[in-house]
């Protein structure tokens, strides 16, 4: 390849740098790779049918509704991977651990929330990395929540 012509002493030649689909497809988000809100909103949809009828964890969700707690795990969860910062917007830092310090996080309930996840992980069909990377993150973050190991 020819070498670019050496500008006079004390000039220099613009650079234009060019980009290429390839190079977006390298730089997406955990979040773009799995299929954005759609994928979160299933996960957080299948997580919260477990839930509903669980005689452990339902009662750590004070609203009758459970569609707020759903909103706010989505857009954390979305936020985290790479999404929109709407979670951080609307409620400032996430601080897990002490949103979670007024509730019996012991490890029965770690273990009821993390049956849940999985179940709704698997119904994402994910790739095996993107599941296994997920996954990673979603047992650490339950295990870091147990704030008692009263039963």
Known sequence: MPSAPEPPPGQTIPVRLLTSETAATTTSTFYDQVGGRATFEKLV???????????VLR???PEEDLGPAAERLALFLEQYWGGPGTYSERRGHPRLRMRHLPFRVNPNARDRWLAHMRSAVDSLELSPLHEATLWDYLERAAHAMVNTFDE
């Open 45 to 55: 949809a299948e997580f919260y049918r477990g839930v509903a009828d669980d005689p």
């Open 59 to 61: 009662p750590m969700y």
